[in-house]
Structure formats: structure tokens, C-alpha cells
């Protein structure tokens, strides 16, 4: 059982920049993947960004709608995944989840087992 507690997010002004954490706890998050969803009012979730890791090295991907300005990392010590965003717009608001899933990056929402509770995002213009 994997347990996901987020922190970050809050108000910011476009241009601006935030840093979403997502920290891990019942399982190291070694050979897994761990995902960054959003969901803004009245649309679906959508894929943001993945990191996915195991003895072969770190992989990433990042959606097209966000590609340049954020950036998703971790911290193996700390069981930590972050999503760094930088360049913010009004398009960008939402309510942010991390997910984990095993080995694999995928941007589909249901193949994601564990979720965070979710973080607000709020880009004023």
C-alpha cells in the first residue's frame, strides 16, 4: 500500500512559478512510475507529467500543453516526486493530483492506483 501526501500549490500571478511536492510513504517508490494530473472545472483530468525509474536508469515525459515550462523530478532519499512550474498561465489552474503506478509511463488516468488528496492551483492574470 502506497500512500501519496501533496504540499505545495496556492495563488500565484501569471508568469509566476510553483512547486507541487509529492511525498511517498509505505513503499519506497523504486520501479514505479509516478504521475502529475490536473483536473480544472468542468473538464476531465488530464495528464501533465510522469517520472518513472528503476535499475536502468530515470524516465520522463511531459505533456505537449506544458513541455518547457515545468519540470518533473525527484528525490530518491526523500521519496519525493516534485513538479516544478514555472511560467505560469490562467489556463494552468486546476486542482493538481500526483499518482503512482508500477513500472511504465502512461497518461492515462485509470492505470494509476494510488492518489494524492490533491492541491489547488490558482494562475491570476
Known amino acids: 500500500q502506497v500512500q501519496l501526501v501533496q504540499s505545495g500549490g496556492g495563488l500565484v500571478q501569471a508568469g509566476g512559478s510553483l512547486r507541487l511536492s509529492c511525498v511517498a510513504s509505505?513503499?519506497?517508490?523504486?520501479?514505479?512510475?509516478v504521475g502529475w494530473f490536473r483536473q480544472a472545472p468542468g473538464k476531465e483530468r488530464e495528464f501533465v507529467a510522469a517520472i518513472s525509474w528503476s535499475w536502468s536508469g530515470t524516465n520522463t515525459y511531459v505533456a505537449d500543453s506544458v513541455k518547457g515550462r515545468f519540470t518533473i523530478s525527484r528525490d530518491n532519499a526523500k521519496n519525493t516526486v516534485y513538479l516544478q512550474m514555472n511560467s505560469l498561465k490562467s489556463e494552468d489552474t486546476a486542482v493538481y493530483y500526483c499518482?503512482?503506478?508500477?513500472?511504465?509511463?502512461?497518461?492515462?488516468?485509470?492505470?494509476?492506483?494510488?492518489w494524492g488528496q490533491g492541491t489547488q492551483v490558482t494562475v491570476s492574470s
Open positions: 509505505g513503499r519506497t517508490l523504486d520501479r514505479s512510475t
Open positions: 499518482a503512482s503506478r508500477g513500472l511504465g509511463i502512461v497518461t492515462e488516468d485509470q492505470q494509476y492506483g494510488y
